[in-house]
């Protein structure tokens, strides 16, 4: 009982390995289908979702309403990953759930020189500017992984395994995920789910919260859900409320604790007085 | 019949993982052997070869004969080592110094930093912070000297094959990982990609045997017929011929030797 996370630097690439993978395994593949249903609830457009998940032109800087859509976004595929045995492809999986020790997080490397030369047949420019422009591609979704996410994904260090198609073939390449995956240091313990639930039950409070209280970071541990808010404003009180009451409708929520922070301290170094 | 290269990191593990996978595929395992290697055949001292291919060149330095000459004598001993294919490569820069050749698998091995801090204090003692001072430096100092001798990052995965982080896999498991991809017939030598690494080990020791007096030059090989590259004046040009026609006796292998003065070295050349 395991899933796996496949993010590639060539989506189709990406979304065929995975597919390869969900049907060596039996396991159920999570990736278009999911982004659709979300496109449906949230009313923003599926190439909205592709721009701000990096697969479709420069990556954009994060915005309120596009982070509401990430959100949605992140609370379907966690509540999804509850159920185990899934292949996700791409979605920016790789990059929201982390530490959660039964996924298995892979990265698909396609042939550099391969791609430059489609993209410089696409586009009738030379393979020098092809090149570049693929260069330039890969530090924008640096930044934007490092800005939105945190984490860096063009570092390998952000996968358990990295694996360039330039040399290995795709079959290989699925044998190789699918043995792995088979191993029983992935399979599910009640720890690794227990992260995984405390990681979707975030997700869920903070996709409610995200249209009225954008800023507020969420974390949480056995149902206890845990706000950390920027800074005291006026009507705190009346804030505190409203938000421990929208939070405590949520489901899975036993208890809310609300924490502050000036702007300029950082969630580890957080006034734990509570409120 | 495949070369292996692991590029590692320093307690990475991945001199285990060398070791393992050359046991477990009755492959020859080495690293430091092509330094005593060149250190033997071009009468060089070790340290000096150690400090050529580990310490990041500073400005004044990058471009000084002797950094040039010592990385023509590793990469010769390399080239001259691999050749003989079924070999575990894990000393510096395997995957630059074997680039173009097919039948050579890449593999980057990175480990959790906490458990390399963990490592390293164990061995050399002191506290967490000086561990991971020591080892960023050291990982700083590798990469510097890939960047400014290659113009490649050597943390960059696309130069690999495979890239396994020691962390949730075991070394064992890394074991297994790539003796099943090298399994796969890309990575067998065929007599084109064998031809290739002959042709490459020839233009490495060409290399090798004029880096000294005529550091500027670019060497390629194929089939046997080496083209040596110069960029500089006619009076240049003849003397390197001159040096160039007793090569064919010192080194075996050689079909013809031409020399091409003025011309700027094409891509893939040593």
Same mark, same amino acid.
Request: with cysteine; charged share 25%.
């Given at each position: 009982?395991?899933?796996?996370?496949?993010?590639?630097?060539?989506?189709?690439?990406?979304?065929?390995?995975?597919?390869?993978?969900?049907?060596?395994?039996?396991?159920?593949?999570?990736?278009?289908?999911?982004?659709? +249903?979300?496109?449906?609830?949230?009313?923003?457009?599926?190439?909205?979702?592709?721009?701000?998940?990096?697969?479709?032109?420069?990556?954009?800087?994060?915005?309120?309403?596009?982070?509401?859509?990430?959100?949605?976004?992140?609370?379907?595929?966690? +509540?999804?990953?509850?159920?185990?045995?899934?292949?996700?492809?791409?979605?920016?999986?790789?990059?929201?759930?982390?530490?959660?020790?039964? %996924?298995?997080?892979?990265?698909?490397?396609?042939?550099?020189?391969?791609?430059?030369?489609?993209?410089?047949?696409?586009?009738?420019?030379?393979?020098?500017?092809?090149?570049?422009?693929?260069?330039?591609?890969?530090?924008?979704?640096?930044?934007?992984?490092?800005?939105?996410?945190?984490?860096?994904?063009?570092?390998?260090?952000?996968?358990?395994?990295?694996?360039?198609?330039?040399?290995?073939?795709?079959?290989?390449?699925?044998?190789? %995920?699918?043995?792995?995956?088979?191993?029983?240091?992935?399979?599910?313990?009640?720890?690794?789910?227990?992260?995984?639930?405390?990681?979707?039950?975030?997700?869920?409070?903070?996709?409610?919260?995200?249209?009225?209280?954008?800023?507020?970071?969420?974390?949480?541990?056995?149902?206890?859900?845990?706000?950390?808010?920027?800074?005291?404003?006026?009507?705190?009180?009346?804030?505190?409320?409203?938000?421990?009451?929208?939070?405590?409708?949520?489901?899975?929520?036993?208890?809310?604790?609300?924490?502050?922070?000036?702007?300029?301290?950082? +969630?580890? +170094?957080?006034?734990?007085?509570?409120? | 019949?495949?070369?292996?290269?692991?590029?590692?990191?320093?307690?990475?593990?991945?001199?285990?993982?060398?070791?393992?996978?050359?046991?477990?595929?009755?492959?020859?395992?080495?690293?430091?052997?092509?330094?005593?290697?060149?250190?033997?055949?071009?009468?060089?001292?070790?340290?000096?070869?150690?400090?050529?291919?580990?310490?990041?060149?500073?400005?004044?330095?990058?471009?000084?004969?002797?950094?040039?000459?010592?990385?023509?004598?590793?990469?010769?001993?390399?080239?001259?080592?691999? @050749?003989?294919?079924?070999?575990?490569?894990?000393?510096?820069?395997?995957?630059?110094?074997?680039?173009?050749?097919?039948?050579?698998?890449?593999?980057?091995?990175?480990? *959790?930093?906490?458990?390399?801090?963990?490592?390293?204090? @164990?061995?050399?003692?002191?506290?967490?912070?000086?561990?991971?001072?020591?080892?960023?430096? *050291?990982?700083?100092?590798?990469?510097?000297?890939?960047?400014?001798?290659?113009?490649? *990052?050597?943390?960059?995965?696309?130069?690999?094959?495979?890239?396994?982080?020691?962390?949730?896999?075991?070394?064992?498991?890394?074991?297994?990982?790539?003796?099943?991809?090298?399994?796969?017939?890309?990575? @067998?030598?065929?007599?084109?990609?064998?031809?290739?690494?002959?042709?490459?080990?020839?233009?490495?020791?060409?290399?090798?045997?004029?880096?000294?007096?005529?550091?500027?030059?670019?060497?390629?090989?194929?089939?046997?017929?080496?083209?040596?590259?110069?960029?500089?004046?006619?009076?240049?040009?003849?003397?390197?011929?001159?040096?160039? @026609?007793?090569?064919?006796?010192?080194?075996?292998?050689?079909?013809?030797?031409?020399?091409?003065?003025?011309?700027?070295?094409?891509?893939?050349?040593?």
């Amino acid at each position: 009982m395991t899933s796996i996370l496949i993010s590639s630097d060539n989506p189709s690439m990406g979304k065929a390995i995975a597919r390869q993978v969900g049907e060596a395994l039996g396991y159920d593949l999570v990736g278009d289908a999911l982004l659709s +249903e979300v496109v449906g609830t949230t009313g923003i457009s599926k190439r909205d979702f592709e721009k701000a998940l990096g697969l479709e032109g420069p990556p954009p800087r994060p915005g309120r309403g596009m982070g509401a859509g990430l959100v949605a976004l992140q609370a379907a595929l966690t +509540e999804r990953l509850l159920g185990d045995n899934l292949v996700v492809d791409g979605l920016g999986a790789h990059l929201h759930v982390r530490g959660v020790s039964h %996924i298995l997080t892979i990265r698909i490397l396609a042939d550099f020189r391969s791609r430059a030369h489609h993209l410089a047949v696409d586009r009738k420019i030379s393979p020098r500017a092809a090149r570049r422009l693929l260069e330039r591609r890969e530090r924008q979704i640096q930044q934007w992984s490092l800005s939105v996410f945190g984490v860096d994904e063009t570092n390998p260090s952000t996968y358990d395994m990295v694996i360039n198609l330039g040399n290995i073939d795709e079959e290989r390449a699925v044998k190789t %995920i699918a043995d792995t995956a088979g191993d029983r240091k992935f399979v599910s313990m009640t720890y690794s789910m227990k992260c995984l639930e405390n990681l979707a039950l975030a997700d869920r409070v903070r996709a409610r919260l995200v249209a009225d209280f954008p800023g507020v970071e969420v974390g949480a541990e056995d149902g206890v859900v845990k706000l950390l808010l920027a800074k005291r404003w006026f009507g705190w009180q009346r804030t505190v409320e409203t938000l421990r009451e929208t939070v405590g409708k949520v489901p899975g929520v036993d208890g809310v604790e609300i924490h502050t922070a000036p702007l300029t301290k950082r +969630e580890g +170094e957080a006034d734990m007085t509570g409120s | 019949m495949t070369i292996i290269t692991i590029s590692r990191g320093s307690y990475s593990r991945g001199k285990e993982v060398a070791e393992k996978t050359a046991e477990r595929l009755g492959y020859e395992c080495f690293s430091r052997d092509v330094l005593l290697e060149a250190s033997e055949h071009f009468h060089i001292p070790e340290i000096k070869l150690v400090r050529a291919i580990h310490d990041a060149p500073t400005l004044l330095n990058r471009f000084t004969l002797n950094r040039k000459s010592y990385i023509a004598y590793i990469q010769s001993a390399l080239t001259n080592h691999v @050749k003989k294919d079924n070999v575990v490569y894990h000393g510096l820069a395997g995957h630059v110094l074997l680039k173009g050749i097919d039948h050579v698998l890449k593999v980057r091995i990175i480990a *959790d930093i906490n458990d390399r801090v963990a490592q390293e204090v @164990k061995r050399e003692g002191g506290t967490g912070e000086e561990a991971l001072r020591r080892l960023v430096s *050291d990982d700083q100092e590798r990469r510097k000297w890939t960047q400014s001798l290659y113009g490649v *990052d050597p943390w960059d995965p696309a130069l690999y094959d495979l890239v396994i982080h020691i962390h949730r896999f075991s070394a064992d498991d890394a074991v297994e990982m790539i003796c099943a991809a090298v399994g796969k017939e890309r990575f @067998k030598a065929t007599p084109v990609s064998g031809q290739r690494m002959a042709d490459l080990a020839l233009a490495c020791g060409v290399k090798a045997a004029i880096v000294d007096a005529f550091p500027d030059c670019a060497v390629a090989c194929e089939y046997g017929n080496i083209v040596i590259y110069t960029r500089k004046d006619d009076r240049h040009t003849h003397k390197l011929e001159q040096r160039v @026609k007793s090569l064919s006796s010192e080194l075996e292998g050689i079909n013809t030797l031409e020399v091409h003065g003025g011309v700027v070295p094409p891509d893939g050349v040593v």
